[in-house]
């Protein structure tokens, strides 16, 4: 089992840049694909972004790609969300989640979320 705990969330105006973390602790996170979902205020928990194990592969939604990046040290336990050229849109709680698949993109395929942390982007 993994417990993973978010960190980096926070208010930043319009064409700002925030990073988002994920630590893990208990069982090692290179053990698992990691996926970054948000939740806008009313709306569903959608997929931005996810990586593989190794980190050699990534995937990202459409309306985050060329804006966000999402990485990985394994030596740290922790899974990076860079995400520059912020838009009101982006505002929302957003979550990692942990799982055995590979870039899943559903919220289901993930056994392991953390709390979240909330990301507010002023126009």
């Known amino acids: 089992q993994v417990q993973l705990v978010e960190s980096g969330g926070g208010l930043v105006q319009a064409g700002g840049s925030l990073r988002l973390s994920c630590a893990a602790s208990?069982?090692?996170?290179?053990?698992?694909?990691v996926g970054w979902f948000r939740q806008p205020p009313g709306k569903e928990r959608d997929f931005v972004a996810a990586?593989?194990?190794?980190?050699?592969?990534?995937r990202h939604a459409d309306s985050v790609k060329g804006r966000f990046t999402i990485s990985r040290d394994n030596a740290k336990n922790t899974v990076y969300l860079q995400m520059n050229g912020l838009k009101p849109d982006d505002t929302g709680v957003y979550y990692c989640a942990a799982s055995q698949l590979l870039l899943a993109v559903t919220s289901t395929s993930y056994d392991y979320w953390g709390q979240g942390t909330q990301v507010t982007v002023s126009s």
């Open positions: 990586i593989t194990k190794s980190g050699r592969s990534t």
């Open positions: 208990g069982r090692t996170l290179s053990s698992y694909s």
